[in-house]
């Protein structure tokens, strides 16, 4: 294919405030009845004043110093002026010269992805459209909704790309705290710019993709674009500078009109709110203290501290509060290591077992629910004890798993299920000899079979002693008698 693909984003993100952005009106994104957190400010009557959510402008910052922005000393709000039915007051506060972050970058893989700004303003009301009637209804719950617009540089290249960008970032705004970002409720909605050429300088005709609510449709979406600009381009025809819809059932882009230049929207700064000013840089270093470890912090950390596969790494970044709790389990561990020599091998061979178990069996027993509701009652001190007889080879794998279930409904202490429940482990040479012998004498043509050289006869034998004694017998022990037997008859 001779066209190269370039690509940028606009994404919006509701922010996470307990009030509006400009009034008191409570920031409820599950509000059901409609126009119920509204008041004159954003409903955009005549005479009222603004005034600037502080905790807002925090959350933009912060989002800002996370992704690599400079934050300016000054900036403003300006008004951005339009008409739609959802839209009070006929103009949008929002920011047009002066954001409040500036030049950031996020990094995908090893790539840099610039960003060009990261604004704030406020979210529009919602329509709703009557079905088979002349009319449509409007919710103004949403509007004046702290929003941030963050715009990156048209520096990716492919739809994977892009969704990879989207998904990092969501993880980035859930880590600060900022925004729950979930795509689904519109709390985070992503738009694409995206043009096709043949690799020179002058980038070709963008068109701009929206309505795509999941990672899964803006991937879709770019893929669908790429092949119907790139079948125009090669039967001569010209692309036309508009806004595309994504239609997830049908899985195609639709015209919606064509595309509005800045100039359209008649900005001007907005006379009723102050022009922001970091006066010391006091004010910036305490939002910067407040920034947590980052997703891409954190799986170098883990690669280097506990050297585990980064497959599992991924998993416990992305579930923030299991990569913790294996944190707090670890850490269970210092003492014990210590009396065993502290060997590296030691401490990495106990973190991959604790990583399988919390991902494979115990996120199995949680189906979906997470590890920090207060439901879950498996301490990390009676997990790591857990873990300690696996490794130690006091339980086998079978009888691991009912302990974990057992942990996962009572919170008990594992070695207490253990012994409560008869579940240790039989190492006592006489009494695996014992179920051997009644193993052996009951199947007669395996044993020959054995002594005829079939090696699966073996394996059939050892399966059945280990069925009699219900996953306890000690698989070692059961493999030296079992040889030792059948060799010497
Ligand atoms: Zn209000």
């Keep these: 294919m001779p066209y190269k693909t370039t690509i940028g984003l606009e994404i919006h993100v509701e922010l996470k405030t307990k009030a509006k952005m400009f009034c008191d009106c409570k920031n409820d994104p599950d509000e059901k009845e409609p126009n119920r957190n509204v008041c004159p400010i954003c409903l955009g009557h005549p005479g009222t004043l603004p005034v600037i959510n502080r905790e807002a402008v925090r959350r933009v910052v912060k989002t800002g110093l996370a992704l690599n922005c400079k934050i300016p000393e000054y900036s403003k709000f300006d008004r951005k002026n339009y008409f739609y039915p959802d839209l009070p007051k006929g103009y949008q506060i929002s920011q047009y010269d002066q954001p409040f972050c500036l030049k950031g970058y996020l990094k995908i893989d090893k790539k840099k992805i610039g960003i060009t700004r990261v604004h704030l303003e406020e979210d529009t009301g919602k329509l709703i459209h009557a079905q088979n009637e002349d009319y449509s209804l409007v ?11 963050l715009v990156t540089e048209p520096d990716i290249n492919s739809a994977k790309e892009a969704r990879q960008f989207a998904e990092e970032l969501q993880m980035i705004l859930r880590y600060l705290g900022v925004s729950d970002a979930d795509m689904e409720k519109g709390q985070m909605r992503v738009e694409v710019n995206i043009s096709l050429n043949k690799g020179e300088k002058k980038l070709g005709t963008k068109v701009e993709i929206k309505n795509l609510n999941s990672f899964r449709s803006v991937e879709r979406g770019i893929d669908f674009e790429i092949k119907r600009q790139t079948d125009f381009l090669e039967s001569g025809k010209n692309i036309v500078q508009e806004t595309r819809g994504w239609d997830d059932n049908k899985g195609i882009t639709v015209s919606q009109r064509e595309k509005e230049e800045a100039q359209d929207y008649r900005y001007l700064p907005e006379p009723d709110l102050p022009m922001h000013h970091f006066k010391t840089t006091d004010a910036l270093d305490n939002i910067r203290a407040e920034i947590p470890e980052l997703p891409q912090g954190k799986r ?58 919390l991902i494979t069996d115990l996120q199995g027993l949680l189906a979906g629910d997470k590890i920090d509701d207060k439901d879950f009652i498996i301490t990390p001190e009676n997990f790591a004890e857990y873990i300690t007889l696996i490794y130690q080879g006091k339980i086998s794998s079978k009888i691991a798993k009912m302990v974990l279930a057992e942990m996962y409904k009572s919170g008990a202490d594992p070695s207490q299920i253990i012994e409560e429940k008869g579940w240790a482990q039989i190492e006592d040479y006489g009494e695996v000899e014992k179920i051997i012998q009644e193993v052996i004498s009951q199947n007669n043509k395996a044993v020959e079979d054995f002594k005829k050289g079939k090696e699966n006869a073996f394996q059939f034998l050892i399966g059945q002693i280990m069925a009699k004694s219900r996953g306890k017998a000690h698989p070692e022990i059961v493999r030296e008698i079992l040889k030792k037997t059948l060799t010497k008859t």
Excluded: H
């Design 139 to 149: 919710d103004f719950n949403r509007a004046g909704i702290p929003l941030m617009e």
């Design 300 to 357: 170098e950390r883990f690669k280097k501290e506990y050297a585990i596969d980064e497959k599992n790494i991924e998993v416990l970044v992305q579930n923030r509060e299991l990569g913790e709790y294996f944190e707090k389990t670890m850490s269970e561990f210092s003492n014990w290591l210590k009396e065993e020599g502290n060997k590296k091998e030691n401490f990495s061979k106990i973190a991959k077992f604790c990583t399988n178990y």
